[in-house]
T-cell receptor, first 112, second 113 residues
Framework: KAGVTQTPRYLIKTRGQQVTLSCSPI?????VSWYQQTPGQGLQFLFE???????NKGNFPGRFSGRQFSNSRSEMNVSTLELGDSALYLC???????????FGEGSWLTVV | DAKTTQPNSMESNEEEPVHLPCNHS???????IHWYRQLPSQGPEYVIH???SNVNNRMASLAIAEDRKSSTLILHRATLRDAAVYYC??????????????FGAGTILRVKS
């Protein structure tokens, strides 16, 4: 069974640009979460979507947004990129509330 | 969010058991104890979880104190591939927080050959 797939794996963007990252959850999983990982702040929760609705949001500015499609695939968008947005962005999926959460390998974003 | 405390780092010899401790004195009755690990350049990987009783799976064992204020992840025979950051996380079984995981700094496990 395929795991959580994230694309692209690596990308470089310039300050002020925007970026969209994509996540395909494990087949049948309806919950998709996003996390940011940086050396200074560690792993931080961004938001979670369940059946196309955002039901949890972390403490990030409005430049960070996401959405989930009817097939459970999810995208996250960061607008007006800042140098501090350079990070590993991780997507995770789960069947539901009490089920195991599985992570993808992440998208490495470098902002220059 | 309930908090966990883990040692910053630990070291083990290959093929020896490793006991990774975690303190969670503010754990609530509905919190499950979850362990994840993150190998270099990879996303976190689920290891094991438990509520009250000790748990075993093919990867590890989880020993939970009777008062649930601490737990220990046990790797029975450490290999070089077990070198990773290990995270102990409390997850609300009531589902109030959905699938939000709150990661601490974790324990860096180094395995020597």
């Amino acid at each position: 069974k395929a795991g959580v797939t994230q694309t692209p794996r690596y990308l470089i963007k310039t300050r002020g640009q925007q970026v969209t990252l994509s996540c395909s959850p494990i087949s049948g999983h309806r919950s998709v979460s996003w996390y940011q990982q940086t050396p200074g702040q560690g792993l931080q929760f961004l938001f979670e979507y369940f059946s196309e609705t955002q039901r949890n949001k972390g403490n990030f500015p409005g430049r960070f947004s996401g959405r989930q499609f009817s097939n459970s695939r999810s995208e996250m968008n960061v607008s007006t990129l800042e140098l501090g947005d350079s990070a590993l962005y991780l997507c995770a999926s789960s069947l539901g509330n009490r089920n195991t959460i599985y992570f993808g390998e992440g998208s490495w974003l470098t902002v220059v | 969010d309930a908090k966990t405390t883990q040692p910053n780092s630990m070291e083990s010899n290959e093929e020896e058991p490793v006991h990774l401790p975690c303190n969670h004195s503010t754990i609530s009755g509905t919190d499950y104890i979850h362990w994840y690990r993150q190998l270099p350049s990879q996303g976190p990987e689920y290891v094991i979880h438990g509520l009250t009783s000790n748990v075993n799976n093919r990867m590890a064992s989880l020993a939970i104190a009777e008062d649930r204020k601490s737990s220990t992840l046990i790797l029975h025979r450490a290999t070089l591939r077990d070198a990773a950051v290990y995270y102990c996380i409390l997850r609300d079984s009531g589902g109030e927080y959905g699938n939000k995981l709150v990661f601490g700094a974790g324990t860096i496990l180094r395995v020597k050959s």
